[in-house]
């Protein structure tokens, strides 16, 4: 059963015993409390309400379907589940899209109002941070503070909230949820990670051999290292975060182009979406030419997004961890001739 499915059933089964499918306050919080609360931190709009509202739910169980029996709702949520909880629990409608995350919880966790966490399915506990990129495990709690915040009575909460705000030191912050989260990947697989150190030791000294690795992206959020920095200057090139932020970003400094190497364990190929990103990027710093490869762990993960996916754009390359001695330059059919197996132009690597 799908998560709005599952939602939508789970509505329509509260709704047959009692007035509302939610109640009207969660750990004693109503939405008029959290309203008031994040009106002070400029923060109040009715997405953001109703986000902190289902993470204050800790009478529903956890929609991650592994998790252990008792464990509830606000211990962790995906964006997915958050959105499914605003839109079709708690307004009747469809569950808010992903994106708007954006909108909705990147704003309070700038304020470390909401913290980042991974729920580990070895392990079967949540860990801080979002220590394996892309993961469908990743999610969100509130934190603590705020949780104290909301839970105090009148006379305290507004004062607990200007001594909060005094406090908000974003440096000292991030680098505690920096020290959490380093300490969340010592204990969870990365085969992202695994992915790309491959791809740094083996891809690129055997078929890149002339270009500079300028940046490397291991992990969600990562910024740019100060060696990265100076390397991105040195070539010219204006990265921000707001670009297309690739796994490898590579430099052949004589030809003056660039290199794009994304490492595929869950999704990410080079589509033609990513291609118009980095061709804009490539664009403002003035390269002349931009290649592109898809790596994969192996045949079988190649095979599986592929099967269905079927996104790889034409012109760039795929390499296979496994079978590491070649890599595929993919092409379309242009004309008969080329149909029969004669020659098709192959770019110069």
Not at 58 to 79: C, D, H, V
Not at 138 to 164: H, K, M, P, T, V
Request: hydrophobic share 35%; with cysteine; proline share 5%.
């Amino acid at each position: 059963m799908s998560l709005e499915s599952q939602l939508r059933e789970l509505r329509e089964e509260r709704l047959k015993y009692r007035a509302q499918p939610i109640p009207d306050s969660f750990q004693g919080i109503t939405k008029a409390k959290i309203s008031r609360v994040l009106r002070k931190i400029d923060r109040e709009t009715d997405d953001m309400v109703d986000a902190v509202f289902a993470l204050l739910d800790n009478e529903m169980n956890s929609l991650f379907s592994n998790a252990p029996e008792g464990t509830k709702f606000n211990e962790g949520a995906t964006t997915a589940h958050i959105g499914s909880h605003i839109g079709i629990l708690q307004r009747g409608a469809n569950k808010l899209d992903r994106e708007g995350r954006d909108y909705w919880i990147k704003p309070l966790r700038e304020l470390g109002a909401i913290e980042a966490i991974y729920f580990d399915p070895e392990t079967l506990d949540f860990l801080p941070g979002h220590p394996v990129p892309k993961s469908p495990n990743s999610g969100y709690r509130l934190s603590d503070e705020l949780i104290r915040i909301l839970q105090a009575d009148e006379d305290n909460w507004q004062s607990l909230l200007d001594e909060w705000i005094k406090d908000d030191n974003v440096r000292r912050r991030a680098k505690l949820q920096a020290e959490a989260e380093r300490d969340s990947r010592r204990k969870v697989d990365t085969a992202h990670r695994d992915l790309v150190v491959s791809c740094r030791q083996l891809y690129v000294p055997n078929f890149l051999p002339e270009y500079q690795i300028l940046f490397e992206d291991v992990e969600d959020g990562t910024r740019v290292t100060s060696e990265e920095e100076a390397a991105l200057i040195n070539a010219g090139i204006p990265l921000s975060l707001a670009d297309a932020m690739p796994d490898i970003l590579l430099w052949h400094p004589s030809k003056d182009a660039l290199w794009v190497i994304e490492a595929v364990t869950s999704d990410g190929e080079v589509d033609q979406h990513k291609i118009n990103q980095i061709a804009r990027l490539a664009r403002q710093s003035g390269k002349i030419s931009v290649g592109f490869t898809t790596a994969y762990d192996t045949w079988k993960d190649a095979a599986r997004r592929q099967g269905q996916y079927k996104n790889i754009a034409p012109g760039t390359y795929i390499w296979i961890r496994e079978d590491p001695s070649k890599h595929f330059h993919v092409v379309e059919m242009q004309s008969r001739l080329e149909l029969m197996g004669l020659k098709l132009p192959i770019n110069d690597v």
